[in-house]
């Protein structure tokens, strides 16, 4: 990304064909390298968290890549309640290429973030002129524990697309900057909107884009040599300048976003600033302490609000304050500056001050700032060694000595990813009071048929997050299967109370409906029933069940109609039959045969139907 003349000084002879074979060697060698760390993901299966939204319940994305699945893509009603329409394309085509394969999907991750690693590396080789130095960091980038999250986990796929747009960006804005032009400045303006589209973690990127002027690319350099004050902030503020169409893109996606998590409810405005400054204080001290050493790493961390103790924020406070006096102290060395402000500024959207769900922290997060503390890290080692005279040789063992924990411990993350089971059953050892672990890990039990060992979670679940609405909707489902319908009924009202999301709350105003509807409640459950089809039009048992509801109070058009609707969301033998009772109910004999045809044709051993169509034969000549 330097000018030719700048490369030339920074490392002479980079062009030369030994050079480059090395380069391409290790570039080889990064993405075989990537490739067989991560091999084992694509073992792994769906988690029960956010993977469902994403890929496994997602009605639009399961059915492929469709104009109307792409006109939605583009929407904002999603049950992510963010805007990335790049990345449910991906998930599209995921879908159209795998079907529910889970190894195809993580395939994807894998592959992206192996093109992820090879393509940070060459960027950082024709930036700097260092290809070990890049290398290195491209290694440890590569196989640091805390990324594992957002390979690993399917429904990270925004998070290592993203990154390749945003490389892209990089890689176009450096040759802009080579010769500046309209036409350059568009390519990096079009890949700065697919990065944008891709997830909302980049809307730094501008700043970014700064700093990359201030270190490698060397744009301030003629203010600073000259020593003029007025000089520096005049060239900050063309370069600065520069960058507003950039800008203005970042607003326009974090306000589109900002509105879709309002509206979903995502926002914790109630959150008082206080206490989301405290955590994002705190946040950034375990950040660099998880940087360093990953222990105890978490699908999710649950915001501490107001327990967390003053004498920890200001620790961390006094870390970062110390770190920053010392990059200002040793500011001759670009890099450690870059390094700093990289990892500070393209943290901040994700520190937690507008607050967007319960978590505390995320290691995903880490992902782009993390690029920040691993530059200042490789380039203020080597060059410790290179004063040293450290043999390159031995630098590369100790380097390698060095990093293999953090391949064991990556190896370790990964396998923790196999299941729902697995990565909350060690979630709940990394972290404590974590009601949205026990409420998943409680799910994940259920689904490996032992719901007696889920009540527990659920239990602790609703006691630690009582605004937790799939915590109660997960125990009301549990009491309805035990036949303790005044808990399941106090727990769905609950759930219906507490919930945003309107899949979530049509779900259970239908199993309420159908509770009420078993226990002969007509008049409880029709109402349930009627909320849930307004809330979830496509909801089949709600149809069949409100159609049974009019049937038995001789509304036999209402019931036709629901019993007509359940059978065109898909094909149903239940609600053939249905309709073809109703329609022999209203004397309509000809089309009540073709209803209970149609129901044999999709269960041909449904005894019920067969006997009513053998009874209506001689009425209308029908034969099974």
């Not at 390698?400 to 411990?409: A, G």
Request: charged letters at 15%; proline letters at 5%.
């Amino acid at each position: 990304m330097n000018t030719p003349d700048d490369l030339d000084r920074s490392s002479p002879g980079l062009t030369q064909p030994a050079d480059r074979r090395l380069v391409l060697l290790l570039a080889i060698l990064l993405g075989v390298g990537t490739i067989l760390l991560y091999a084992p993901a694509m073992q792994n299966g769906f988690v029960n968290f956010d993977d469902p939204d994403y890929v496994t319940r997602n009605a639009h994305v399961q059915q492929g890549v469709t104009w109307g699945n792409l006109r939605w893509a583009f929407g904002t009603d999603n049950p992510a309640a963010n805007w990335h329409p790049l990345t449910w394309m991906a998930h599209m085509l995921d879908v159209q290429l795998y079907g529910a394969k889970p190894a195809g999907h993580h395939f994807t991750n894998v592959l992206l973030q192996t093109v992820d690693i090879v393509i940070l590396f060459l960027l950082l080789t024709r930036a700097t002129g260092h290809a070990l130095r890049s290398a290195a960091l491209a290694a440890l980038f590569a196989l640091h524990p805390l990324n594992v999250e957002s390979v690993a986990w399917v429904a990270e796929l925004k998070t290592v697309l993203c990154m390749f747009f945003l490389l892209l960006t990089v890689w176009a804005y450096g040759w802009y900057v080579r010769k500046p032009g309209v036409g350059r400045y568009l390519v990096v303006f079009a890949f700065f909107v697919l990065a944008l589209m891709s997830k909302l973690m980049v809307v730094t990127l501008p700043f970014g884009l700064l700093l990359l002027d201030y270190w490698p690319l060397g744009r301030f350099s003629y203010a600073e040599d000259s020593g003029e004050k007025r000089g520096f902030l005049s060239r900050f503020l063309t370069l600065a300048i520069e960058k507003i169409p950039l800008l203005l893109l970042s607003v326009a996606a974090s306000l589109i976003t900002l509105n879709m998590h309002r509206k979903q409810g995502a926002l914790a405005a109630a959150m008082p600033l206080s206490w989301r400054v405290k955590n994002a204080i705190y946040s950034y001290g375990v950040y660099l302490g998880k940087a360093i050493w990953p222990s105890r790493l978490a699908v999710f961390y649950p915001h501490p609000e107001n327990s967390l103790a003053w004498w920890k924020v200001i620790v961390a406070a006094l870390a970062l304050a110390s770190i920053s006096a010392m990059v200002w102290r040793f500011r001759e060395k670009k890099c450690l500056v870059f390094g700093w402000l990289w990892f500070l500024g393209t943290m901040l959207p994700m520190i937690g001050i507008v607050q967007s769900g319960r978590q505390g922290m995320a290691g995903r997060f880490m992902y782009i700032p993390m690029l920040g503390l691993l530059i200042a890290i490789v380039w203020l080692v080597a060059d410790w060694a290179s004063r040293l005279r450290l043999q390159q040789g031995i630098a590369v063992l100790c380097f390698v000595v060095l990093v293999s924990p953090y391949v064991y411990l990556t190896r370790k993350q990964i396998g923790y990813w196999h299941d729902s089971l697995s990565l909350f059953s060690y979630t709940l050892q990394a972290t404590d009071n974590n009601g949205m672990a026990e409420n998943n890990m409680g799910a994940a039990l259920v689904e490996k048929g032992q719901p007696e060992l889920a009540q527990t979670h659920f239990e602790t679940a609703v006691r630690l997050i009582p605004e937790l609405a799939s915590a109660h909707y997960n125990l009301a489902v549990l009491w309805q299967r035990q036949n303790r319908m005044e808990q399941a009924t106090r727990e769905y009202r609950q759930a219906i109370a507490l919930s945003s999301d309107p899949m979530e709350a049509a779900q259970a105003h239908n199993n309420l409906g159908i509770l009420y509807l078993m226990s002969k409640n007509y008049a409880a459950a029709l109402p349930e029933l009627s909320a849930a089809i307004a809330l979830n039009p496509d909801e089949q048992n709600s149809y069949i069940g409100r159609g049974m509801i009019e049937l038995e109070s001789w509304n036999y058009q209402g019931a036709a109609a629901d019993f007509a609707r359940a059978a065109e969301i898909s094909p149903s033998p239940m609600a053939c039959f249905w309709l073809g009772q109703t329609l022999e109910r209203k004397g309509d004999y000809p089309q009540a045969a073709n209803a209970y045809m149609a129901a044999l044709q999709l269960a041909p051993e449904m005894t019920e139907a067969r006997n009513r169509l053998e009874a209506l034969r001689g009425k209308v000549g029908a034969r099974p």
